[in-house]
């Protein structure tokens, strides 16, 4: 495979710039319209699914629990004595940033304050430490299980198995290499859909975050034009694009260094500048709900939350995590040569895991304690100034906010960036034939092209349907990534029993 020059699968490149296109082209028309459709498909499938969705990423704790006991949690991957690709500390870097993308610095400000802002469902006791444990319930173990178990599947097919790169390797325990057969072209092409929206999501949040600093404090104007959202979202698409073409071994590497060193710092200044009692305090009261609710809320059967509330904040969430969690399965499983099946799952779901809980105290925490301590200036900047203005109100709280502004705005660009490239990676390879373990690079015409795609769909579908419609555009994407995750488990479960198994005989 590897003295083949790649080339490209023209079925999975193309289909997905059909749907793309239908839904930029609504946005321009009738923006109300694209947001309605957009709505009722994903208000009918987090309604009739629900349950799914938080069954299932539950099931995926359990599962690689059982994984991590077994014999198999001793398989290295890519086979004994393989060469890894990345060092330990570089490895977690690249993952952390892969995964949290502009989400981690956007959403666990400001979503904080929209539960204490708005009237909390009843009955869940204090604001404060509900809308926190909500957030570790949001971002750490539960959707990190849904990247690690795809993450996980395709390193081993592709590593040990000498399975193509392609989505359907995750299918290849279950159904054997019939997976590769019947409509493995579809599942990447869909996947490649649900990744380009959720992108596209995200770097229109980011393009916000940065306007939002910039007309804070460098005399900006409040709100986005077109052409200023079209100024931000070229600069950072020229940047990861650039990056990703360099490789994994160059850009995506240092960025990645530079991205995770910068939020540790950040988080560290904010948390020990700001009220560090009151919020460790409030940690903690947050940390024993959390763990006092965890079963009954990842299953969406708490009593105390309506289902309402329950589909438009955690179901949303699962949906959105699940809409990422293929493509981002393959550059996760890429990642983890010569690093045993064990390693994979700390580095993936408990090392990540707990870099988002200390980063939603550093900063969800604070923000909670002084919107209290402030008379709800957080909610009425959320109110006022949409959640982009959230964390530029927060660092106006603390000492230093013309130097904490301009490093927060530096780690919206980089962490776009690092996540971005190291998508784009993953989906250009996943558009060429013949790429393999020694032959894991796209061509850059590829990289490039998709970076296009996604700048042109987010700065069309931000600026004119709003982030709210390209997320609802997202989250369809999540039902078959769902459906693409679950079976995988199954064929992953199988594997950890034939390992107990051979371990007997």
Known sequence: MANRPPHVRYGVLLPPLLPLLLCAVLALRDPLELIAYARGASDWILQHFDWLFSWSCSAFLLLLGAVYLSPLGRTVIGGVGAERLLSPWRWFAITACTTIATGILFWGIAEPVYHVSAPPPAGVGEPAVFALSTLFLHWTLTPYAIYTVGGLLFALGFYNHREPFSLSTLLVPLFGERAHTHGAAAIDAVCLFALVAGMAAALGAG??????????????????????????????????????????????????????????LLALFVFFTGPTGETLGLAGRAAVDFVLTFVPRNLGIDSGIPADWSHAWTTFYWANWYAWAPI?????GRLARGYTVRRFIEVNLLATSLFGAFWMVAFGGTALVLDGQS???????????????????????????????????????????????????????LCMHDIGPDSAEAPVGIKLLWGAVIGTTSWVLVSFAGLDGIRLISTLGGFPAMGLLILGAVGLGRLAYQSFSAGRE
């Open 375 to 429: 008379g709800g200036v957080l909610s009425a900047t959320l109110a006022a100034g949409g959640p982009e203005a959230v964390a530029y109100a927060l660092l106006g709280e603390l000492p230093g906010v013309r130097v904490t502004a301009v490093m927060f705005l530096l780690l919206v660009f980089l962490s776009y960036v690092t996540a971005a490239d190291s998508n784009v990676s993953a989906m250009s390879a």
């Open 207 to 264: 393009s916000l975050a940065l306007q939002g600093g910039l007309a804070g404090y460098a005399g900006g104007a409040a709100g986005a034009s077109p052409l200023e959202l079209g100024a931000f979202i070229a600069a950072i698409v020229v940047a990861f694009s650039i990056s990703a073409a360099s490789g994994l071994q160059r850009g995506i590497r240092l960025l990645s260094n530079w991205n995770i060193i910068g939020f540790i």
């Open 328 to 332: 981002t399965a393959l550059f996760l």
